[in-house]
């Protein structure tokens, strides 16, 4: 079992709370998926108010987080950690990891986990990493969260290593190249037989339709530009 902890403050701030309702909606149902099979936490340097906040903001209300750290979490000051960090802390932050991630590393020791912060700061994943926590760097311009979640998951390999890979003798990839070869073949496999019969068939369903409206799911993802994750 690992433990992925997704932060809500990079949420926030990389990603757009007003981002289409469909894709908040894919990505709640992708949290919930990943929440069956491990715990997921939400790390933030907000109060635990703010971070509910945001959460069912962005349609994630219905995802069963673990938990959440935040500065003003429950915890036993008996047990504070000490360390590395200067000083105990009344309310730590990502800056102080020995204290602010004692809950997790306690109940997932590390021999046996794999502790995964996904986060935009680099800061951050720094500090994460000095307690033994790997991290994932997710940005509005680079990894999404949504891919950042693929690699700690083991769905998708990490940049560099793509990269690598792509720039090697073993593997490359020109999207050029492919959507070029591509439209070559879509357009010797249309059939007019077909394509007559297809319009026929949708013009029927309009008028079919109450509303007058037609909703199709397209399940293709030939173009590059749609492949988000």
Do not use: C
């Amino acid at each position: 079992d690992g433990t992925l902890q997704l932060d809500d403050d990079k949420v926030r701030s990389g990603y757009d709370h007003g981002h289409a309702l469909e894709k908040r909606r894919a990505l709640a149902e992708f949290l919930k998926s990943v929440s069956l099979v491990h715990p997921v936490y939400l790390a933030s340097n907000s109060p635990k108010a703010h971070v509910a906040r945001a959460v069912n903001s962005m349609g994630l209300g219905g995802v069963d987080f673990a938990g959440v750290l935040s500065p003003d979490m429950d915890y036993d000051a008996s047990t504070q950690a000490t360390g590395s960090d200067n000083q105990e802390l009344i309310y730590p932050t990502k800056s102080s990891p020995h204290q602010y991630y004692k809950q997790i590393l306690d109940q997932y020791p590390q021999h046996s986990n794999r502790i995964i912060l996904l986060d935009d700061s680099l800061h951050n994943l720094r500090e994460a990493e000095s307690v033994g926590i790997e991290g994932i760097h997710i940005n509005q311009s680079g990894r999404t969260l949504e891919e950042g979640l693929a690699e700690a998951l083991g769905h998708i390999l990490p940049p560099e290593t793509a990269n690598s890979m792509s720039s090697g003798k073993r593997f490359s990839f020109s999207d050029v190249e492919y959507l070029a070869a591509k439209n070559k073949v879509d357009i010797n496999a249309i059939s007019p037989s077909v394509w007559e019969q297809l319009a026929h068939q949708l013009a029927l369903r309009i008028q079919q339709n109450a509303d007058g409206e037609l909703r199709i799911a397209d399940l293709g993802a030939g173009m590059l530009s749609m492949l988000e994750l």
